[in-house]
C-alpha cells in the first residue's frame, strides 16, 4: 500500500494539528500579554486619575474656605466660566459657603473616565462633609488635545 503525497489542484489540505495547536497557543499568550498591558495601563491612569484629583478637590475646598471665589473662578474650564458671568459664579460660590460652611473632610466615591474626540474628560464623585451639613459633590476635568 502506497501514499500519495501529490495535491490534486483545487483540493485543500489540511495543516497538521500539531502547526494548529501551537499558533493557537501563542494567540493565547498574545492575547494575554495584550490584555494584561491594557488592564495596566487602565488601572495606573486610574490610579494617577484619582490622585490628581484628590488634590485638586483638597485645593478647590481650601480656597472655598479662604473664600477665594475670583480665584476659584479663574482656575477654571474656558467652558466653565463661559457658561455664565462671573459675578453670578462668585454669587454662587458665596452663597454655598454660606450655607454649608467650611469643608472639613471628603472622599471619593466614584471617578470615571472618558475618553472622546473633544479631550478626556475626568469625573469624579465626592462626599463632603461641611461644617452645617454634608454634600455630594461631582468635578469633571478636562484634558484636552494641544491644537
Keep these: ?9 483545487g483540493v485543500f489540505q489540511e495543516p497538521p494539528k500539531r502547526q ?9 499568550v498574545a492575547t494575554g500579554l495584550f490584555m494584561a498591558f491594557l488592564l495596566w495601563q487602565c488601572g495606573s491612569g486610574m490610579y494617577q486619575g484619582r490622585k490628581l484629583a484628590n488634590v485638586a478637590v483638597q485645593h478647590f475646598h481650601q480656597e472655598l ?7 476659584i473662578c ?3 474650564d474656558p467652558e466653565f466660566r463661559a457658561a455664565q458671568s462671573h459675578d453670578n459664579l462668585v454669587r454662587f ?3 454655598v459657603h454660606a450655607k454649608l460652611g467650611n469643608a472639613l473632610s471628603d472622599s471619593m ?4 473616565v472618558n475618553a472622546t474626540t473633544s479631550g478626556t474628560f475626568i469625573i469624579t464623585s465626592y462626599s463632603t462633609r461641611y461644617g452645617n451639613g454634608s454634600a455630594q459633590e461631582t468635578f469633571t476635568w478636562v484634558k484636552r488635545a494641544a491644537r
Design 1 to 9: 500500500m502506497s501514499t500519495d503525497t501529490t495535491q490534486s489542484p
Design 74 to 76: 479663574q482656575e477654571g
Design 93 to 95: 460660590l458665596r452663597a
Design 20 to 28: 494548529k495547536t501551537v499558533l493557537w497557543k501563542w494567540t493565547l
Design 109 to 112: 466615591t466614584g471617578i470615571r
Design 65 to 71: 474656605n479662604n473664600s477665594q471665589f475670583d480665584q
